[in-house]
């Protein structure tokens, strides 16, 4: 989504990094173009105004320019206010014995996934959570929202009422009785903000009487997001926001301008279709993602999660030994695909997201060396020792590749096996941009991420 705010930001820092001294004619030089970036990505005008002033005021400080590293303080001061413009620290959610939900927005702003994506990341949590079907507008919202449920084994209540408000009272009265602690009331949405709409919302809410209140925006519709935030929160107050399809083609303006002008913080932040992409949003990796400073403390919890408890001792092991078979290869590419796409996952690791710039990588890539692997035998994937020119057309042509790309696979395993030695001794190889297509990066050892993670953080 940040991409080319990202690319635009970093170009403006660039030359104020390489820089041992600064002067005001550099600093102006580069608030005109952070200026420029952050419009053309949709900022809220007022916001980037705001925004500008403070960076600079700051930047012209007599530390600053006086300091060892001026060009890097700088960009320290940058990260530092976008962190302040999306919010300070984590937003969680508010809970009590039986926690109530209220999700509101306008009508294509997959709200109804989103309450799936919630309910699921609460389970994970602890929480057992259900859905309240509250949606009577919209034709079949009922349907995809017990389809949803039913596809993350979480109950859904709906009525054959036609009035929202005994919908929302009768699901919340059957989702204690069966022993729940937290649902989710799925409301109605329009294409336009009307007055039918608020009317209603604010019948739901008062019957409700929700511990959160969240408002579901889509961030393609940019600068429109605010708006839209702007009404809702005169009726209704909501308590944070919820963005989703921040894996689109978004410039980034809903996300840079929504706490500022309301005031209320982004709580979760949707990155895909599937019902699991719902991430805790925090402002200051995303400032670190959008100055191109990598995410690492997110990539150890994606890592961590995809992790399952067997695979992890087994990895263990395998590292320790400095062994990376067929098998393994298999295993880590699994792991990483459970991590989600694989772009976003590169873009986390700090330097690796420039080094990558506009290359696009290829998930089909990917199952083709699924493809390959799977095409050997067990003796084969064990001990690629073996793997003869013969084995190597056989091989191809289960696959439907070609003989080079198998080459190019063994090649490519070779190498992740001396990388996989090199963890195995407490090193951290560099892993070029060009093998990125081919190596699918493990998950490494738990507990190595822990300690990683401690570091991060400090």
Not at 42 to 60: I, M, P, Y
Request: aromatic share 4%; glycine share 10%.
């Amino acid at each position: 989504m940040f991409d080319s705010l990202s690319d635009k930001l970093q170009s403006a820092l660039g030359d104020l990094r390489k820089r041992g001294k600064l002067d005001e004619e550099a600093i102006s030089r580069a608030m005109r173009e952070i200026r420029l970036a952050l419009l053309e990505a949709d900022v809220n005008f007022t916001v980037v105004r705001d925004f500008v002033a403070r960076v600079r005021e700051q930047a012209l400080g007599e530390e600053i320019l006086k300091s060892l590293t001026p060009g890097q303080q700088v960009v320290k001061v940058v990260h530092g206010e976008l962190t302040n413009l999306m919010g300070e620290g984590e937003s969680g959610l508010a809970f009590g014995r039986f926690t109530i939900i209220l999700l509101a927005g306008l009508q294509g702003s997959g709200k109804t996934t989103t309450a799936a994506k919630l309910a699921l990341h609460l389970r994970k949590q602890g929480r057992k959570p259900g859905l309240v079907a509250a949606d009577l507008q919209r034709p079949a919202a009922i349907d995809q929202l017990e389809q949803l449920g039913n596809q993350i084994q979480i109950p859904v209540f709906r009525t054959e009422t036609k009035d929202a408000v005994e919908a929302t009272r009768s699901g919340i009265e059957r989702a204690k009785a069966g022993g729940l602690d937290t649902v989710i009331v799925d409301t109605a949405g329009r294409l336009q903000i009307d007055e039918e709409l608020m009317d209603e919302l604010v019948r739901v809410r008062d019957e409700a009487k929700p511990t959160n209140v969240l408002l579901v925006l889509d961030a393609m519709t940019g600068q429109e997001a605010v708006n839209v935030a702007e009404a809702f929160h005169e009726r209704i107050a909501f308590d944070g926001v919820i963005l989703t399809k921040l894996d689109g083609d978004a410039r980034g303006g809903a996300a840079l301008s929504v706490k500022a002008i309301t005031g209320k913080p982004i709580k979760f932040a949707s990155t895909g279709e599937k019902v699991d992409a719902l991430e805790v949003f925090h402002p200051d990796r995303m400032a670190s993602r959008i100055l191109g400073m990598g995410d690492v403390l997110t990539l150890i919890e994606r890592a961590e999660a995809a992790v399952e408890e067997d695979e992890q001792a087994e990895m263990e092991k395998r590292l320790a030994a400095g062994q990376f078979t067929f098998d393994d290869f298999l295993k880590a590419y699994k792991m990483l695909r459970r991590m989600g796409p694989l772009q976003g996952i590169m873009k986390m690791i700090p330097g690796l997201g420039s080094q990558l710039g506009d290359v696009d990588i290829d998930e089909k890539q990917m199952g083709r060396v699924e493809a390959i692997v799977l095409s050997m035998t067990p003796q084969e994937r064990r001990s690629p020792i073996v793997i003869d020119g013969k084995r190597r057309i056989r091989i191809a042509n289960g696959s439907g590749t070609s003989v080079e790309q198998v080459n190019q696979l063994l090649a490519a395993r070779k190498q992740m096996e001396k990388m996989m030695r090199e963890l195995g001794r407490g090193k951290m190889p560099a892993l070029p941009a060009q093998q990125a297509q081919q190596i699918p990066l493990s998950a490494g050892r738990k507990t190595g991420l822990k300690r990683k993670k401690k570091r991060a953080k400090r």
